[in-house]
């Protein structure tokens, strides 16, 4: 069993940047995918970026070029980098993990995250 909490989120303007933490605690974290997503009022939730064990990343078109994503081993978190920031990045932030990649991706992962509020005024 995989606890995953996130943090990070708050109040920003427009072009400034911020970075969300995803803290895993049992399980064997390193071994999985994970992924974030985002869901703002009134919209389905989106993917925005995952990262597999080995570090290797993939990106929505909406942030490519802004967000990054990283993970520490060590620490069992994954950080996810947000530049630029935009109003219609405003949304909850919400951390995912499964040992499947296609799983984390597709928004189906077995562990999830309650999630963190990023708000960016104009």
């Known amino acids: 069993q995989v606890q995953l909490v996130e943090s990070g989120g708050r109040l920003v303007q427009a072009g400034d940047s911020l970075r969300l933490s995803c803290a895993a605690s049992?399980?064997?974290?390193?071994?999985?995918?994970v992924g974030w997503f985002r869901q703002a009022p009134g919209k389905d939730r989106e993917f925005v970026a995952t990262i597999t064990w080995s570090g290797g990343s993939t990106f929505s078109d909406s942030v490519k070029g802004r967000f990054s994503i990283s993970r520490d081993h060590a620490r069992n978190t994954v950080s996810l980098q947000m530049n630029n920031l935009k109003p219609e990045d405003t949304a909850v932030y919400y951390c995912t993990a499964d040992p499947n990649f296609d799983r984390v991706i597709a928004g189906t992962g077995v562990y999830w995250g309650q999630g963190t509020q990023v708000t960016v005024s104009s």
């Open positions: 049992g399980g064997t974290f390193s071994l999985y995918a």
